[in-house]
């Protein structure tokens, strides 16, 4: 299915169904922004290491390849982003007490920084979401440094609703926020 097509930029973005050959493509568009995170002085978000080189990783990947409806936003042809959409967050969360569709595995390939590709495909998550007969549309993200994740996700109509932390190795925790948009 394709749909969504846009013009941001100068580019058009059109935004089709992931396959699970896009698997590497997706992979690469992670590596691209951990080396980015990684060159900021960033890397408690994704950590240092290519998620490509990362078995648990690309094994999170494959599984919401598998068990999700995944998307691919092409840039002028070129996969540029990607997101993954189920009916409920990851297991460290609680689900909603209601039906909701969750947003997984939003990444772009930082080449495309800019051109709406992300925007687009949170467009058409909202869309796809109401296509379903559901109202509540929710994500989370990285909430730690200078919070600039969660504030892309309200540019773009989702409000904060918890924040939540995971514990991870050594006496390290990962900050995270909820957020959600009701449709």
Same mark, same amino acid.
């Given at each position: !299915?394709? &749909? !969504?097509?846009?013009?941001?930029? &100068? @580019? %058009?973005?059109?935004? =089709?169904?992931?396959? $699970?050959?896009?698997? +590497?493509?997706?992979?690469? !568009?992670?590596?691209? /922004? ?12 994704? @950590? ?11 094994? !999170? ?17 070129? +996969? ?8 409920? +967050?990851? &297991?460290?969360?609680?689900?909603? $007490? ?14 495309? %920084? ?29 909430? @730690?440094?200078? =919070? %600039? ?5 309200? #540019? #773009? ?9 995971? /514990?991870?190795? @050594? ?10 948009? =009701?449709?």
């Amino acid at each position: !299915m394709d &749909s !969504m097509d846009s013009m941001a930029g &100068s @580019g %058009k973005i059109r935004i =089709r169904d992931g396959r $699970a050959d896009d698997i +590497p493509v997706v992979l690469g !568009m992670f590596d691209s /922004a951990v080396e980015w995170l990684v060159s900021q002085g960033r890397t408690r978000q994704w @950590g240092t290491t290519p998620w490509s080189a990362n078995p648990r990783a690309v094994e !999170m990947i494959d599984r919401y390849f598998a068990e999700g409806s995944p998307y691919i936003a092409e840039y002028d042809g070129v +996969p540029a982003a990607t997101l993954t959409l189920t009916d409920a +967050p990851g &297991s460290y969360l609680a689900p909603a $007490a209601e039906p909701e569709r969750y947003i997984h595995i939003l990444a772009s390939d930082r080449r495309f %920084k800019g051109t709406g590709t992300g925007a687009a495909l949170l467009a058409h998550a909202a869309a796809e979401t109401c296509r379903a007969g559901v109202s509540l549309l929710r994500v989370d993200c990285y909430a @730690g440094d200078d =919070r %600039k994740l969660v504030a892309f996700y309200e #540019n #773009n109509g989702f409000v904060p609703t918890e924040a939540f932390t995971v /514990a991870v190795a @050594g006496d390290d925790s990962w900050p995270g926020q909820v957020l959600a948009r =009701r449709l």
